[in-house]
């Protein structure tokens, strides 16, 4: 397995794996066994890039990481976030990052998760309310009493950023960045590129709508998430399916399939971007892992830079509440 630097020294695999969907937002969770054998396997086939979040579940699937990455303690890097406010009951009540919240979660994350410091702790949306400056700061502390080794922000803007770097590294950014969403192109790639500063692109296959398996007529299961985003309502399906036609074509150029050419893609845009596709199914993990064995040429590049560009995508990506919470 290849591997990528994030910023401050992170090493991690070219590839990492997004655990979320293991515990929540794509319809019933598979049972647990199955799971604990996925991400070992995962562990063998050389990934060492793990992410999870106190709010996915909640609980449950730091839970899951933790009792099945126990094993390979000091092995793997696992990434964890902080950010929201979950009462007893589970229920997410909103953001927060009141200092105190996140002392309260690092110390939490850490026993759920079996370790004795948290490899990447993410603030996993801005808080409005408190200062980033003061959340940096809360991170440094946590850093310094030698709980978490690694900072790291998800769906910050440019400036957000900037401002938290100044108090503490920001080793990684985690948003989301695929041949659908190509916005961060704009701000925050270069920000990142000036600070040395890893990203970490979440739904890199577009939720699965890159992999080619969802079409117009495509029906979710009870609880999923994407039954309440406008990018999958079913004419916006229909019309996002002109991207996958002419992807299509170039992955059967290159003899791949198109979620390898998405992935493909985007570990040639920078070489500190590490993609964590998630899946729950090891021929989708052996899928998204072949993604690094395809070459992709300057025409390459030059094509599908072209065909992202033709298509006008069709649908926000995040329900009303959620985009609020987004480039803060």
């Known amino acids: 397995m290849r591997k990528r630097m994030l910023g401050g020294g992170l090493e991690v695999?070219?590839?990492?794996?997004?655990c979320m969907g293991m515990s929540m937002s794509y319809g019933p969770s598979p049972e647990r066994p199955e799971m604990i054998a996925l991400l070992r396997s995962a562990v063998e086939r050389g990934v060492t890039f793990f992410d999870t979040a106190e709010v996915y579940g909640p609980w449950h699937n730091e839970e899951l990481v933790g009792e099945a990455l126990e094993p390979y303690r000091g092995q793997v890097v696992i990434a964890t976030k902080f950010g929201w406010n979950?009462?007893?009951?589970?229920?997410?009540?909103?953001?927060s990052s009141d200092p105190d919240r996140i002392r309260r979660v690092c110390d939490a994350s850490l026993r759920?998760?079996?370790?004795?410091?948290?490899?990447?702790?993410?603030?996993?949306?801005?808080?409005?309310?408190?200062?980033?400056?003061?959340v940096a700061g809360t991170v440094k502390e946590l850093v310094e009493a030698g709980k978490v080794r690694h900072f790291g922000m998800s769906e910050a803007a440019a400036a957000t950023i900037r401002r938290a770097h100044a108090v503490h590294p920001v080793t990684a950014l985690q948003s989301e960045y695929s041949l659908w969403y190509r916005e961060p192109e704009a701000e925050i790639l270069p920000t990142l590129d000036e600070l040395g500063i890893g990203f970490v692109p979440f739904s890199p296959l577009g939720k699965g709508f890159l992999t080619g398996a969802i079409d117009?007529?495509?029906t979710f299961a009870p609880g999923d998430v994407r039954h309440s985003i406008p990018r999958f309502e079913a004419d916006a399906r229909a019309a996002n399916q002109r991207l996958l036609d002419l992807l299509g074509e170039l992955a059967a150029r290159k003899g791949a399939t198109v979620a390898q050419i998405a992935l493909a893609w985007l570990l040639a845009q920078r070489p500190w971007i590490a993609p964590i596709p998630g899946t729950r199914r090891a021929s989708r993990l052996e899928e998204n892992l072949g993604a690094l064995d395809v070459e992709l040429s300057a025409d390459d590049l030059a094509d599908l830079d072209r065909i992202s560009t033709s298509v006008q995508i069709q649908g926000e990506r995040y329900p009303e509440h959620l985009a609020r919470l987004t480039n803060l």
């Open 216 to 218: 117009a007529g495509t």
């Open 112 to 134: 759920r998760l079996r370790v004795d410091t948290l490899d990447l702790f993410y603030q996993h949306r801005v808080d409005p309310n408190v200062p980033i400056e003061d």
């Open 86 to 95: 979950i009462d007893d009951e589970g229920r997410t009540l909103g953001v």
């Open 13 to 18: 695999s070219a590839l990492g794996l997004g």
